[in-house]
C-alpha cells in the first residue's frame, strides 16, 4: 500500500461530482489518482477541477494499469457487476454504488468474491450516515420502540416525471425507481427495524418515454409500492415515485415507526439548497409528540442546514471506506447489505409479475 490510498473513480456524472470526488479529495490520506468515463471532454473537464493525473475512457485499462489501490464504482447500475467483478480480480477495495446490481445472484457473487479476496468493500446507502437517521437508530437500539408493530417508509422525487429516455428507467439498464430511491428505502428499513420475510408489491408505469435512440423502449417502474413483513412480526409499507409532483421541494422522505413502547416520525426534505429533517416522538404513556432535536454530537462541525456536508468532513461515506483500508477493518454497508436490499428488490418484482406475495430466504 502506498502512503495514500490511491483512488479511481469510473464515473463523470453530476452526483460523482457532488458525492465521491470532493469526499476523497477531502481525506489527508486519499490521493484520486485517476478518473474513467466515456465522454473525454467530461473526464478531462473533472480531471482537471480535481487535479486526476489520469484519465481513461475504459475502466479495464485503468484497473490493468496496476497504480490503484481502490476504486469507487459511480457508473450506471447495469455496469456495476462487470466493472466490480474485475476490479476484485486486481485485488482492490471497492466502494460501489447503490443498487449493487440488477439481480441478487450478481450482488451474492460480488459480496462473495469480495470476502474470498479480503478487500473493504462498501454499497453507498447514502442515507444511513445522515445524523438524524443515525440518533433515531440509537433511540431504537435504547428501547424507545419496544416491539415494532408496524412502519411506513417513502421517497417522493419528480425526476422522472418528463417524457424523455433516461436509463433508469430502461429495463435493460436498471430497475427502475424500485432500484433508485426503494433501494434507499429498503436499506433503511431493514437497517432499523430488522430483516424481512416477505413481500408483495405494485409496481407501475405513468410516463410514456421513447428509447435511447428515440425509437421503442422496454419500460421499467416510475412509481413502486411493497408491502412488507419483518421477522420480528413487523408490518410495513415502502413506496418510491419518481413522479411525484412535490413544487419546490427537491425530495422528501417520510418514516414514520409504531411500536408497543412508542413512536417516531421523521420527516426529511430538501427545499432548495436546504435540508431538513424533523423529528417527532410520544412515549407510549404520552398523549402528545414532542419534537426531538439531534444532539450536536452527530453532526460534528457541520453545518446543519446541508447535511451533505458530513461528508467532506466526518468520518463517514468514501472517507470512511478509505479509513477502513487504512485501518484494516471491516465497514459498512458492506456488500452484504447491498445483497440483502437486491434480495427484496428481486421479491418486489417477482410478486408484481406473478401477482402474489413473494418470500425471502433469509438462510444466507
Given amino acids: 500500500m502506498s502512503q495514500k490510498v490511491r483512488v479511481g473513480v469510473v464515473g463523470t456524472s453530476w452526483y460523482t461530482d457532488f458525492m465521491h470526488l470532493p469526499a476523497i479529495q477531502s481525506h489527508p490520506h486519499a490521493e484520486l489518482a485517476?478518473?474513467?468515463?466515456?465522454?473525454?471532454?467530461?473526464?478531462?473537464?473533472?480531471?482537471?477541477?480535481?487535479?486526476?493525473?489520469?484519465?481513461?475512457?475504459?475502466?479495464?485499462?485503468?484497473?490493468?494499469?496496476?497504480?490503484?489501490?481502490?476504486?469507487?464504482?459511480?457508473?450506471p447500475d447495469d455496469l456495476h457487476y462487470?466493472?466490480?467483478?474485475?476490479?476484485?480480480?486486481?485485488n482492490l477495495h471497492v466502494l460501489c454504488e447503490k443498487p449493487l446490481a440488477l439481480k441478487a445472484r450478481h450482488a451474492w457473487e460480488m459480496y462473495e468474491k469480495a470476502e474470498a479476496v479480503a478487500v473493504k468493500h462498501m454499497v453507498f446507502f447514502t442515507y444511513r450516515w445522515m445524523p438524524f437517521f443515525q440518533y433515531v437508530r440509537d433511540l431504537i437500539d435504547q428501547g424507545y420502540i419496544g416491539r415494532f408493530y408496524h412502519c411506513e417508509f417513502r421517497y417522493l422525487m419528480g425526476y422522472g416525471r418528463n417524457k424523455e429516455y433516461f436509463w433508469r428507467f430502461d429495463k435493460k439498464r436498471a430497475n427502475g425507481v424500485?432500484?433508485?430511491?426503494?433501494?434507499?428505502m429498503i436499506d433503511i428499513a431493514r437497517w432499523l427495524v430488522g430483516e424481512f420475510t416477505w413481500v408483495t408489491a405494485q409496481l407501475g408505469v405513468f410516463v410514456d418515454r421513447p428509447g435511447a435512440d428515440g425509437g421503442a423502449i422496454d419500460p421499467v417502474n416510475d412509481s413502486a409500492l411493497l408491502l412488507v413483513k419483518f421477522a420480528n412480526g413487523a408490518h410495513g409499507t415502502i413506496q418510491a415515485s419518481a413522479v411525484a409532483h412535490i413544487a419546490d421541494r427537491s425530495f422528501q422522505q417520510q418514516i414514520k415507526l409504531y411500536g408497543k413502547a412508542g413512536t417516531l416520525e421523521i420527516d426529511f426534505t430538501y427545499l432548495g439548497s436546504k435540508a431538513g429533517a424533523v423529528i417527532r416522538a410520544a412515549r407510549s404513556q404520552e398523549e402528545q409528540f414532542q419534537t426531538l432535536q439531534v444532539p450536536e454530537s452527530y453532526w460534528g462541525d457541520v453545518d446543519q442546514s446541508d447535511p451533505s456536508l458530513i461528508f467532506t468532513k466526518n468520518a463517514v461515506g468514501s472517507r470512511l471506506f478509505i479509513d477502513a483500508i487504512l485501518e484494516n477493518r471491516s465497514v459498512n454497508p458492506n456488500f452484504y447489505d447491498g445483497y440483502k436490499a437486491q434480495q427484496i428488490v428481486d421479491a418486489a418484482i417477482a410478486s408484481h409479475e406473478k401477482g402474489c406475495a413473494t418470500s425471502i430466504d433469509n438462510s444466507t
Avoid at 53 to 58: A, C, Q, R, T, Y
Avoid at 82 to 90: G, K, P, S, V
Fill in 178 to 184: 424500485l432500484g433508485d430511491l426503494g433501494s434507499h
Fill in 34 to 75: 485517476a478518473i474513467c468515463g466515456r465522454d473525454q471532454n467530461r473526464a478531462k473537464e473533472i480531471a482537471g477541477k480535481y487535479g486526476i493525473p489520469g484519465i481513461f475512457n475504459d475502466y479495464r485499462k485503468m484497473i490493468e494499469d496496476g497504480s490503484l489501490d481502490a476504486l469507487i464504482v459511480s457508473a
Fill in 82 to 90: 462487470e466493472i466490480t467483478m474485475q476490479a476484485l480480480d486486481a
